[in-house]
């Protein structure tokens, strides 16, 4: 009697369980979790938050007086800066953390032998691809979420306040990233060079995030087709910036207009999705 094959998610989270698990087996992943721990921690020091802790017990000491008590808006009021300081920050160390450790994850995956024997399993062809891709994606967003740990914990030693900020720009910094590592993942499927992945990764990086501004950059060129031209080639680009804006808003509790918010995560979502299907499409037709 035959069995039903297994669902195609739960195949997928089997690669991506086993992602992960090698990921973490690595010590090169450990060192740069514990570098990037260091440096978000040295970025929080730096911080001048001596001038803003006096203000915060100015602001509660006012709160009390006209009945706000210690969560006065006077709070929120004087770290603002440093709430959008620091989700900016987590956004562009969690995007380049990003890159540079998952670089050669699907080379490893994909590689003479190792594929062979996952496809053997049986696993489907667009179930490695996806579980690929979770599981690169889970890493991305562990090693964000431990280093913001250390931003949190200089602020609530220095100030008192414990904030969700650095949280909303891990969240960010992983949507930016799941359009960025489907770039990544495609190129992988193709040529299988983590030096390839890692440079197409980063150049992706810079390049939607300089290019955000569409509005300003597409100014640039002559009206006319040039300028047509150069608009249709930056659409599917996902616009990182505006992600990286939304998170900062988040946290600094600026009430966000969700129609302005829609191009950031669509040309996002599109992006990745497009990326992903077309690295599915490349190993579909690979001879393994």
Do not use: C
């Amino acid at each position: 009697m035959s069995h039903p094959p297994p669902p195609p998610l739960r195949n997928a989270l089997h690669v991506a369980f086993d992602v992960i698990r090698e990921a973490l087996a690595r010590r090169t992943v450990l060192g740069i979790l514990v570098v990037l721990a260091l440096g978000q921690i040295g970025l929080g020091l730096a911080l001048d938050l001596d001038v803003v802790e006096g203000a915060i017990v100015s602001s509660r000491m006012l709160g009390d007086a006209i009945g706000l008590g210690r969560n006065g808006v006077g709070v929120r009021e004087q770290l603002r800066p440093v709430f959008e300081f620091m989700t900016h920050a987590v956004f562009h160390l969690g995007m380049i953390f990003g890159v540079v450790v998952t670089s050669d994850i699907a080379a490893r995956a994909l590689s003479p032998g190792r594929v062979e024997l996952l496809l053997s399993l049986p696993v489907r062809r667009i179930e490695l691809v996806l579980g690929i891709y979770i599981g690169v994606g889970l890493v991305a967003l562990g090693g964000t979420l431990f280093a913001v740990g250390g931003f949190s914990a200089v602020l609530l030693w220095k100030a008192g306040v414990a904030t969700p900020a650095p949280l909303f720009g891990a969240v960010a910094a992983a949507l930016g990233f799941s359009a960025v590592y489907a770039a990544m993942l495609l190129i992988t499927t193709i040529a299988r060079s983590p030096a390839l992945a890692a440079g197409s990764g980063m150049l992706l990086y810079i390049v939607a995030a300089a290019t955000s501004k569409r509005e300003a950059v597409l100014s640039w060129f002559e009206s006319g087709w040039p300028r047509d031209t150069a608009a249709v080639l930056l659409a599917p680009l996902p616009r990182l910036l505006g992600l990286s804006r939304i998170g900062a808003d988040l946290a600094a509790g600026v009430t966000i207009d969700w129609g302005d918010a829609i191009l950031p995560l669509g040309t996002t979502l599109f992006f990745a999705t497009a990326a992903l299907a077309a690295a599915a499409y490349v190993v579909q037709g690979k001879d393994w």
